[in-house]
Nanobody
Framework: QVRLVESGGGLVQTGGSLRLSCAAP????????LGWFRQAPVKEREFVAA????????SYADSVKGRFTISKDNAENTVYLQMNTLKPEDTAVYYC?????????????????WGQGTQVTVSS
């Protein structure tokens, strides 16, 4: 079992920035993908970004490309989501997610481990 612990959400104005962190202390294999999903009120949960721990390949939803950056710190076993130029439509609960994966690409589904979620609110 891999535990995921998120932090870094909050309230920010349109155009501002936030950085989310997700620590994965139980992750012991490099064959792993960590990512972020989000769910806004009355909407379905959607993929935001993910990173392959072994290849460092990344993938982004079209809605966040050019504004969000996902990265990892191998020593800290932590993944980050730097969110810039935030918009009101980015308001959601953001969930860190992980899955075992033996390839070098980045899937956007099949995630089996989930964090508790952190609220991001962007005011207009």
């Amino acid at each position: 079992q891999v535990r995921l612990v998120e932090s870094g959400g909050g309230l920010v104005q349109t155009g501002g920035s936030l950085r989310l962190s997700c620590a994965a202390p139980g992750r012991t294999s490099s064959m792993f993908v960590l990512g972020w999903f989000r769910q806004a009120p009355v909407k379905e949960r959607e993929f935001v970004a993910a990173i392959n721990w072994r290849s460092s390949s990344t993938s982004y939803a079209d809605s966040v490309k050019g504004r969000f950056t996902i990265s990892k710190d191998n020593a800290e076993n932590t993944v980050y989501l730097q969110m810039n130029t935030l918009k009101p439509e980015d308001t959601a609960v953001y969930y860190c997610a992980g899955r075992r994966y033996y390839g070098l690409s980045v899937p956007d589904d099949g995630f089996e481990y989930w964090g508790q979620g952190t609220q991001v609110t962007v005011s207009s």
